[in-house]
């Protein structure tokens, strides 16, 4: 895609500024008056890496809040609005590593999906091996630009979504959400908390993602089932009882799954 990237490597020292910019006071080399300029962070991209995001403290982190969500940047009091297309990717360390700072639940609400990248089969490593010593990558064509990937997200949002999918993502979700409304058993004995609102957006929102790769009309309720453990994962955290079981959050997606009824 021919749009701007940048990469922040996240560490325990890195502040708010070295993020989202800073304001400089600066001399007018014409008029001799001093004034204040904004210089922009690396967060203005269209693409950011946030590369080992749970490397740095929780202050530093939430920097990234406001411009996931409004797509803008707040500094002095001013708004900075962000080019269309915002995208940020972020990696993490395992928490069992040195060095670590769990990432706030509101900042996990932000991401989309969670995935887990395993060590690859070995037929992938030998390929990897093969073309990084050979430096064999080939040449990288462009396959589309920033605007058009905008026209592309509002194509998006004309797909149509029934009404059975989006009550089976609200119903799936609700069931997460301990001592509340539609919880299930098994959420109020193994969760600390359960996903809020966004959990239900983006569960629409991806299954109607998928659907359109595949070249259909509208999304079905087995979308949002195949979307879901990446778009919950993260959004529901076990309880001490959940973690002396020996779950995981997936398995717990997997019992909702299996337990909510799909219509």
Same mark, same amino acid.
Do not use: S, W
């Given at each position: 895609m021919s749009c701007s990237f940048k990469r922040i490597q996240f560490t325990p020292d890195l502040m708010p500024s070295d993020i989202t910019g800073t304001d400089v006071l600066q001399d007018d080399p014409i008029t001799g008056e001093r004034k204040f300029k904004f210089l922009r962070g690396p967060v203005f991209a269209n693409i950011i890496l946030a590369d080992e995001i749970n490397r740095t403290p929780p202050k530093t982190q939430a920097s990234l809040l406001e411009a996931m969500q409004e797509k803008q940047v707040s500094v002095g009091g001013i708004i900075h609005k962000l080019e269309p297309p915002f995208f940020v990717l972020a990696t993490q360390n395992p928490l069992e590593q040195e060095g670590t700072y769990p990432l706030p639940e509101a900042q996990q609400d932000r991401f989309l999906f969670k995935i887990f990248v395993d060590y690859p089969e070995s037929e992938e490593e030998i390929r990897i091996v093969r073309r990084v010593t050979q430096q064999a990558f080939g040449e990288i064509q462009e396959v589309c630009s920033g605007p058009e990937l905008?026209?592309?997200?509002? &194509?998006?949002?004309?797909?149509? &979504?029934? #009404? %059975? &999918? =989006?009550?089976?993502?609200?119903? /799936?979700? $609700? !069931?997460?959400? %301990?001592?509340? +409304?539609g919880a299930v058993d098994f959420a109020t004995n193994w969760l600390a908390w359960g996903a809020g609102p966004r959990a239900t957006i983006n569960l629409v929102m991806a299954a109607r993602c998928y659907c359109a790769l595949? *070249?259909? %009309?509208?999304? %079905?309720? #087995?979308?949002? =089932?195949?979307?879901?453990?990446?778009?919950? $994962?993260?959004? =529901? !955290? /076990?309880?001490? &009882? *959940?973690?002396? +079981?020996g779950l995981t959050t997936d398995a717990v997606v997997d019992k909702l799954i299996g337990t909510v009824a799909k219509y």
């Open positions: 905008v026209a592309m997200q509002k &194509v998006l949002l004309d797909v149509p &979504v029934a #009404d %059975a &999918v =989006i009550d089976y993502a609200n119903r /799936l979700v $609700r !069931a997460t959400r %301990a001592k509340r +409304e595949q *070249g259909r %009309a509208a999304p %079905a309720v #087995d979308d949002v =089932i195949r979307v879901a453990k990446p778009v919950l $994962r993260h959004r =529901i !955290a /076990l309880n001490y &009882v *959940g973690k002396a +079981e």
